[in-house]
């Protein structure tokens, strides 16, 4: 039990000193978390959230959620979009709310490509429970007591601060690609002001996304298409790299996926995902199985997400007379 709570003790230090976004196995069900450029890319307005629990057997060390809304604006060529996030590391240790606007506008390349340009402007509030920090000269290596520690307590263990990011997507019918920078500003989150490790700002966020949408079977009015979408997904922020790659398929209300996730450091997960559409709701349900060392430790993580597309066969009746780019997006939707 003792070595357990060290374990969880310097996985929370870590995310103090190496902060890191949260990055979302069903990435494609909260595509605004993932790319700004993403707004107005549904055929009509949709609103979403995600839900992921990651080791629950490690006394839930992260649990986070995004809730999101967004619409196309056709006589505008644009999209937006509106977004709120939170995380909470070490059973409340370490939480974290984001709140965020965006804006996307479209522009047409010829007839065969459309790119899409996204900003996104917002506040980030991050709040610690610093009594619950165990610092090293707390620790009695021979009692194993728990002392007082000379640690510096902050004034305010709340931090606000202003965030912005943008991003760009490539569309075509049946290709797409993206790329994403979040936190332009490298906000500072540090709750102490003597230490530089803490003093840098959030690091960048570099994202890049692309995927393909193969037709295995035509639909008609009544029922979809089937399709297969492989895609591949590339994270890096300050020293942690993650790359998923898998694909997405879709049958009539049905859609499944399989992905593996690589750490760069170590195999991560390999991610199973299955759901149901059914009218203007979508529900998907994944579980990442861990294959690190955490194997048989963690529980491994699992994602709820619902979402829904409102007015479809409208929208799809007014925009039936010019390219539709959202073709190869269907994952996405």
Not at 281 to 300: A, R
């Amino acid at each position: 039990m003792r070595l357990l709570l060290l374990l969880l003790a310097g996985l929370c230090t870590g995310t103090l000193l190496h902060a890191q976004d949260p990055v979302f196995s069903q990435y494609y069900a909260v595509p605004l978390q993932l790319n700004p450029a993403f707004a107005g890319s549904a055929i009509a307005p949709r609103l979403g959230t995600i839900y992921r629990h990651q080791w629950p057997n490690l006394n839930n060390a992260y649990r986070t959620y995004s809730v999101y809304y967004e619409q196309p604006i056709d006589r505008l060529n644009s999209g937006v979009g509106f977004q709120v996030t939170g995380d909470n590391a070490g059973d409340g240790l370490l939480k974290k709310t984001n709140v965020s606007a965006i804006y996307a506008y479209n522009l047409p390349i010829g007839r065969d490509f459309l790119i899409k340009i996204g900003v996104e402007a917002g506040m980030q509030q991050s709040t610690v429970d610093w009594n619950r920090l165990v610092f090293p000269d707390q620790l009695d290596a021979v009692g194993g007591n728990i002392n007082q520690s000379s640690e510096r307590t902050p004034e305010n263990p709340t931090r606000t601060n202003f965030d912005a990011s943008a991003g760009l997507l490539l569309l075509s019918e049946h290709l797409w690609f993206g790329a994403s920078l979040k936190h332009l500003n490298t906000p500072n989150e540090s709750f102490l002001q003597i230490n530089n490790n803490l003093n840098d700002g959030l690091p960048l966020r570099y994202t890049f996304q692309a995927g393909s949408e193969i037709i295995v079977k035509k639909g008609n009015k009544r029922k979809p298409d089937a399709f297969l979408s492989p895609n591949l997904l590339f994270t890096s922020q300050g020293p942690y790299q993650q790359i998923n790659a898998g694909a997405y398929a879709g049958m009539g209300a049905l859609f499944g996926g399989l992905w593996y996730r690589h750490t760069f450091g170590n195999a991560d997960a390999a991610i199973v995902m299955a759901g149901v559409r059914e009218g203007i709701f979508k529900f998907g349900f994944s579980y990442d199985l861990t294959v690190s060392n955490l194997s048989g430790y963690s529980g491994g993580a699992y994602e709820v997400t619902l979402g829904l597309l409102f007015d479809q066969q409208e929208r799809a009746r007014n925009r039936k007379k010019r390219t539709d780019w959202s073709d190869c997006l269907h994952m996405f939707q």
